[in-house]
Each structure stands twice: as structure tokens, then as C-alpha cells.
């Protein structure tokens, strides 16, 4: 885990509060729905950028970097699967938030499957 993660999630969720004490001040009328969905998309946010800090912070993100006992295993046939590059992934997460990763793209040697590894 990085270090640096610290500071950057502490901003992230100042970030948070202090958008939404001025989206309340913009909103003084808000129902409680209004706020839950403001507060729902600063929090979106927040999670999708810790969703990703982690993520990369995990053995699969780099799988080249892993002993040959750690790497993955073809789900097929059962062969150590090999890495190829890391190419960036994009997906779509809660509140619509798009998370940016760039995760090994492993090969399977023996049958030539070719995955992310999970995880
Ligand atoms: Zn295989």
C-alpha cells in the first residue's frame, strides 16, 4: 500500500465536506432526496478514485512483478498464465463514476487463453 495514499484520500474527503456544506448553502430548500443525491455523487467520486488507488495497489495490477509461485493460473487448463503488457481497462462502477486501471493482461502459454486475472 502506498504511503502517499494518506494524503491524497484526506483531500479527497475534505473535498467532500467542504462541497457539500457550499452545495448546502446554494440549496438551503433541498428535500432530503436532494441531498442524499448530492451527497451520492461527491461520495461516488471519493469511491471511485480510492476504488482505483487500491486496485492498483494489488498484485494483479502488475504481474510481472509476482514470483512464478504468486502468478495466476489459467482457469482452463491450469498452466501459470504469462504477462502481456498493461493495457489501460475502463469500467463503469456506482454512480456512473468511470475507474481507470491498468491491470496485467496475462496469456495462458499452454492453451492461449487470454485474461485479466481477477483480484
Ligand atoms: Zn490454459
Not at 88 to 102: A, C, N, P, S
Request: charge should be neutral.
Amino acid at each position: 500500500m502506498r504511503d502517499d495514499f494518506d494524503a491524497v484520500w484526506q483531500e479527497l474527503a475534505n473535498a467532500v465536506m467542504s462541497g457539500m456544506k457550499e452545495w448546502r448553502l446554494q440549496h438551503p430548500k433541498a428535500t432530503l432526496r436532494e441531498i442524499e443525491t448530492a451527497l451520492d455523487e461527491r461520495l461516488g467520486k471519493m469511491r471511485a478514485r480510492m476504488l482505483e488507488d487500491v486496485a492498483l495497489a494489488s498484485a494483479a495490477a502488475d504481474v510481472s512483478q509476482t514470483s512464478e509461485a504468486e502468478r495466476p493460473r489459467c482457469p482452463t487448463c491450469g498452466a501459470v498464465l504469462t504477462a502481456r503488457g498493461q493495457p489501460i481497462r475502463e469500467l463503469t462502477t456506482h454512480f456512473d463514476q468511470t475507474l481507470r486501471l491498468k491491470r496485467s493482461y496475462t496469456v495462458c502459454p499452454a492453451c492461449g487463453t487470454g485474461l485479466f486475472p481477477p483480484g
